[in-house]
């Protein structure tokens, strides 16, 4: 079995030349992709590659695969790139998985997706003749075991409460990591170690802190401060709409269980866990429950100003918008950027239906 489940570049197995790379972690696909071509480049070839970039949404499968099975023509080796295979269709997955055995191997195929899923048939023959990335979301371990291997690199290191106030600002996102800590790095400068002071001076907005303005702003029914707020994290480039919408979930299902909890008689006051009605309702392992008092607060009192209708409807809305940026279920595909910002221009005019 040739599967890969990835969390760092330097992990990665050698001597394939067919290579699916999948997952929602932008960053590390874009490190695996960029691996893999330069390992297939050495000074003898360097002058003599293709280089072929193809989107499957706007070339036909046939012409894919003339282009993966034929020798180079103008180089001793061809890297061809393709997007988009989790949009084929059935028929198409398996015109492509069945040319997979054809590929020559001076050349390479890099097949690039999205967090979406192709058939398990068409991940068997990449697997048997190839190899399959997951590129999954770092978790907050694997962000801390990244950010601490970085540092050793230049003889740094942090403090135990700086790394956890650092992922707890800006997530686990790869390349929002990179930014933030060599921004850090330079900063302290070589051998010496980054602190609360650094962290708390030099890091940015962290996406969390803008989500919870975008759940206040929905509950305030400040339709102009919500769509403001979904652009400003969407601007920012350090900010990839998969790892938003994410947060935008968690936040909703957190103010959802705040009221669950204000229904059965916590008063939003103090931590919701002296309530027994109210854990009792909510789920076992309920990240609300394990939350601080202030985050609790902060959480009842959205709730307090939203109906369960309009709940129910930021619900709905909010499987409208992972439908449609996966395209499940026959739902059109629509850029994921576009499906987040329609997403809160709906939720935002709720009260104006």
Same mark, same amino acid.
């Given at each position: 079995m040739a599967t890969k489940k990835l969390t760092n570049v330097n992990d990665l197995p050698k001597d394939y030349h067919i290579i699916l790379i999948a997952g929602e972690e932008n960053e590390l696909k874009a490190r695996s992709l960029n691996y893999y071509k330069d390992l297939f480049i050495n000074e003898d070839n360097i002058y003599n590659l293709e280089t072929i970039n193809l989107n499957i949404t706007k070339i036909s499968v046939k012409d894919i695969v003339q282009t993966a099975i034929a020798l180079p023509f103008f180089g001793d080796r061809r890297v061809i790139i393709v997007d988009g295979v989790d949009s084929l269709s059935a028929t198409d997955l398996k015109e492509?998985?069945?040319?997979?055995?054809?590929?020559?191997?001076?050349?390479?195929?890099?097949?690039?997706?999205?967090?979406?899923?192709?058939?398990?048939l068409f991940l068997?023959?990449?697997?048997?003749?190839?190899? %399959?990335?997951?590129?999954?979301?770092?978790?907050?371990?694997?962000?801390?075991?990244?950010?601490?291997?970085?540092?050793?690199?230049?003889?740094?290191?942090?403090?135990?409460?700086?790394?956890?106030?650092?992922?707890?600002?800006?997530?686990?996102?790869?390349?929002?990591?990179?930014?933030?800590?060599?921004?850090?790095? %330079?900063? %302290?400068?070589?051998?010496?170690?980054?602190?609360?002071?650094?962290?708390?001076e030099l890091t940015t907005t962290i996406s969390e802190e803008s989500v919870f303005v975008l759940a206040d702003a929905v509950s305030n029914n400040d339709s102009k401060k919500v769509v403001l707020t979904i652009k400003n994290m969407l601007d920012d480039n350090l900010e990839d709409p998969f790892q938003i919408f994410p947060m935008?979930?968690?936040?909703?299902?957190?103010?959802?269980?705040?009221?669950?909890?204000?229904?059965?008689?916590?008063?939003?006051?103090?931590?919701?866990?002296?309530?027994?009605?109210?854990?009792?309702?909510?789920?076992?392992?309920?990240?609300? %429950?394990?939350?601080?008092?202030?985050?609790?607060?902060?959480f009842a009192d959205i709730a307090r100003r939203m109906s369960w209708h309009k709940l129910y409807y930021i619900y709905h809305s909010l499987l409208e918008c992972d439908m449609a940026g996966k395209a499940i279920d026959g739902v059109v595909r629509q850029d994921s950027k576009l499906a987040l910002e329609l997403l809160c221009e709906k939720i935002a005019m709720f009260d104006a239906r």
């Open positions: 492509l998985a069945d040319s997979l055995s054809g590929i020559p191997a001076e050349n390479l195929l890099l097949m690039r997706i999205g967090d979406s899923k192709v058939s398990s068997k023959v990449v697997d048997r003749l190839g190899l %399959v990335v997951e590129c999954s979301a770092l978790n907050e371990e694997q962000a801390s075991e990244f950010i601490v291997n970085y540092l050793k690199e230049y003889g740094q290191t942090i403090d135990v409460r700086a790394l956890s106030i650092l992922i707890n600002r800006i997530g686990t996102s790869l390349k929002r990591l990179t930014v933030e800590i060599e921004k850090l790095s %330079v900063f %302290v400068g070589g051998g010496a170690k980054i602190t609360v002071k650094e962290v708390s935008i979930v968690r936040q909703y299902r957190m103010i959802w269980q705040a009221k669950v909890a204000l229904d059965a008689g916590w008063s939003g006051r103090g931590g919701v866990k002296e309530n027994r009605n109210a854990v009792a309702l909510l789920p076992s392992e309920s990240k609300f %429950v394990a939350a601080s008092p202030w985050q609790q607060k902060k």
